[in-house]
């Protein structure tokens, strides 16, 4: 029989790619395994995600959503369809990708991993109930559910309170001098300030000298009086004007103190609004719940003396050792319960199993130190992605692909070979797994290596290798190659000496408990252990909040926090602590995380570091600008002025589709340029504004190369490796290594003022081991400028590199928080204790 065209092309048992030009890919033709654990490999920028994630996952959704009504494709998040010629043998697929701070403090462990739904059950029907009481549904056992909620605090766990002495601290002021200190400033305070006049009170004379009942009515009245406003006039003419029935300058409309608060807090879409009235609002444990957030009915139904909120607060290794006898039927209180009640003690039984067997590939992934209530923002990208690799284990699906992105991040080495086993585990089953990876330990585990590049950007999108790991090792054009086979040995330098040392004393946090650490000034520092041993408690967390406190500034200084991640602090827990030492040599702190440079589109790499102000001037300064009195501002794309009318600046407009999500297509005014054509009209060396955005850094280089101001922050984003992207990328499409990087970047192109605290949590995510180098490159530099820098980090490469370690441990949750050693990396490498020091010593001796 002859075979068909597509027939002829497939290879039995492979998946094979033809044409793919997905961002920088090159028309690339590629086959590889299924039923295999597939590696992409490549230095960041090469390609790899786009060959993963944008070309096979992409596709392979957009096959199943047509198998799909068009009203149901509406509800999923579409990716674009991918730039690919063909792509034959590509089974269903399942993306696991990095999710930073997902989901609201309401989303939690027990309910990513749906462990909460099985307690649930487990409560309503083998519960332990109080005499008389009727049974409860599943839903009464949910702090998200009307029958389930505490009525009081409405499952908050906390009750807030709006007092007086909360809203003015200084009862000697006057309301003109600012007694109300719960009002906003500027004009609205002034406003209401000017409606209190109207309304007759003295805003002159100090707030405890006003009768009780007026100051009752103005911070708690539910009242809305409508009232003419003169502006600035005193009383005595106020009251002349209103008798004259004057022309007022505006009507405004009064709100008590009180009711503003509570609505800010709970309407404002500015996370900083709602921190800084939530000063305002005393908290305290609800009366009725005692912080528990379940109805009373509720948690008087016990199952092993445990209520529902206080065995979800269990460590999920503890919650294990309490279901196996139930799971096997070997605990005592199952027969009793059979005694009298058969069907709780098979529903009790039947629950157990499921939950253990769920519980324990949790626990192969190192989360054993987890509850269930733990909320999904607090966790890290690493930990979220874990939690839905358990859940995909245990779904039993057969012939899938599996896409994951980096599922090693945030993981210490000796997590890292659990995940392989889990990996195995899903293989084994029948599927394939196609993961972007750049710890080493997980690429020398693939079946199959795609090595992407050589280089980022336009320089990479190339398919360099693709085989069995063994063969990459004579492919000289490989970046991956020289570290996979050790072909550059771990090159030791003496530790730098400190110049002082920070002490803090009686640490309490999360698993941290009363524990003293000290850290060198002046030298880098890395902060060691396996996942949830302790590591961000200690260094994110207590001591950002007491260098913060020290320096008398808030740490919510970038508007990156999530709505309502403030309250998931209180969720986690009080902490406690002090400075015993050193805080006096430190004058600044900055901490670089990953979180986004900007939630949307109009914000770039260009505007966060300061390097388009500087483009605009050199434009608004050419001889045409000059003649058509054109300013800097004139080359903003957020400005009336100079941007295309059509999309304002956004270079795209949203297409409405009938039962389709709606899809974003060039702006067909300005052809995605951003601009009016008057405005590039306008250009610099040949070139206008938005061919200059549409460079790369290291395009932009070479342009700019006479321009010392312009060359100052490319040459720094060129040393972090970023050197491939474009100057107008959006914040939208850059990676969280990507953003901690451009924040580096920026912070290393001011000129240095030494005494600076930076504080990095795991920098090298995303990160290939060559860019791993330009990174400590960087943070070398940053403490030979007299600054002290603490990275939380797991890769061993810094690691080794760094002054001075700090390693917790030594296991993780209950069983870790401590500090297992401190010292120089020889000091840990040679520790018994520490789960680090094996793989430590492996690097310092030159095994990679």
Known sequence: MEKTHDESKKREGFVTISGARQHNLKDVNLEIPRDALV???????????????????????????????????????????????????????????QQRGSGTTRSSVGSVTTLSNLLRMLYSRAGDYPVNQPLLYADSFSTNTAEGVCPECHGLGSVYQVTEE????????????????????????????????????????????????????????????????????????????????REPSYMGTFSGAKKLVLYTFANSQSALMKKRVSKYM?????????????????????????????????????????????????????????????????????????LVARVDVLLELGLGYLSLERSTPTLSAGEHQRLRLATQVRSNLFGVVYVLDEPSAGLHPADTEALLKTLDRLKASGNSLFVVEHELDVVRHADWLVDVGPDAGEGGGEVLYSGPPAGLK??????????????????????????????????????????????????????????????????????????????????????EEEEDGFLASEIIGAQEGEITGGSEQIKRMLVVNQKPIGRTPRSNLATYTGLFDVVRKLFSNTKLAKSRKYQAGRFSFNVGKGRCPNCEGEGFVSVELLFL??????????????????????????????????LTVNEAADFFKNEERVMRPLKVLQEVGLGYLRLGQPATELSGGEAQRIKLAKELQRLNRGKTLYILDEPTTGLHPTDVEKLQLQLSRLVYAGNTVIVVEHDMQVIAGSDWIIDMGPGAGDE?????????????????????????????????
């Open 661 to 694: 999500p709606s899809v974003y297509a060039p702006c067909p005014v300005c052809e995605g340029t951003r601009y009016n054509q008057e405005t590039l009209e306008v250009t610099y060396h040949k070139k206008n504004i938005a061919q200059v955005l549409n």
């Open 474 to 559: 004579d492919i000289t054009r490989s970046k991956t190659r020289m570290h996979l086979f050790n072909d550059r040995p771990f090159k030791k330098s003496e530790p730098r000496k400190p110049s002082g040392w920070l002490t803090l004393s009686g640490i309490i946090k999360n698993n941290l408990h009363n524990i003293e650490a000290a850290f060198p000034l002046g030298v880098l520092t890395s902060v060691t252990g396996i996942s949830g041993s302790g590591k961000s408690s200690l260094v994110s967390q207590v001591l950002v909040t007491l260098i913060a406190a020290k320096l008398g500034n808030s740490i919510v200084s970038e508007k």
């Open 166 to 245: 909360s809203m003015v601290p200084d009862d000697t002021l006057t309301i003109r001098e600012g007694a109300i200190d719960s009002w906003p400033k500027a004009w609205q305070g002034k406003n209401l300030r000017d409606i209190l006049v109207t309304l007759g009170y003295d805003v002159d004379i100090p707030w405890k000298d006003i009768p009780q009942k007026d100051r009752n009515w103005i911070l708690f009245t539910e009242e809305t009086p409508k009232v003419p406003v003169y502006r600035n006039l005193p009383r005595e003419e106020v009251k002349i004007a209103l008798k004259n029935k």
């Open 39 to 97: 590696v992409f490999t490549g230095i960041s920028g090469s390609g790899k995600s786009s060959l993963a994630f944008g070309t096979l996952y992409a596709e392979a959704q957009r096959r199943y959503l047509e198998s799909v009504s068009p009203y149901a494709r509406r509800l999923f998040h579409q990716m674009p369809i991918p730039e690919v010629d063909e792509i034959v043998g590509l089974p269903p697929a399942v993306a696991l990708q």
């Open 816 to 848: 870790g928080g401590n500090i297992v050693v401190a010292g120089t990396p020889e000091d840990v490498a040679n520790n018994k204790k520490s789960k680090t020091a094996l793989y430590l010593s492996r690097t310092l001796n030159g095994y990679a």
């Open 282 to 354: 005393i908290s305290n444990e609800c009366p009725i719940c005692h912080g528990k957030r379940l109805r009373p009915e509720s948690l008087s139904v016990t199952f092993v003396g445990y209520d529902i909120a206080d065995i979800s607060r269990l460590p999920l290794k503890k919650l294990q050792s309490i279901f196996i006898p139930y799971g096997n039927g070997t605990a005592p209180g199952l027969a009793k319960l059979a005694e009298n009640y058969e069907e709780k003690a098979l529903v009790a039984k039947r629950i157990a199993e499921d």
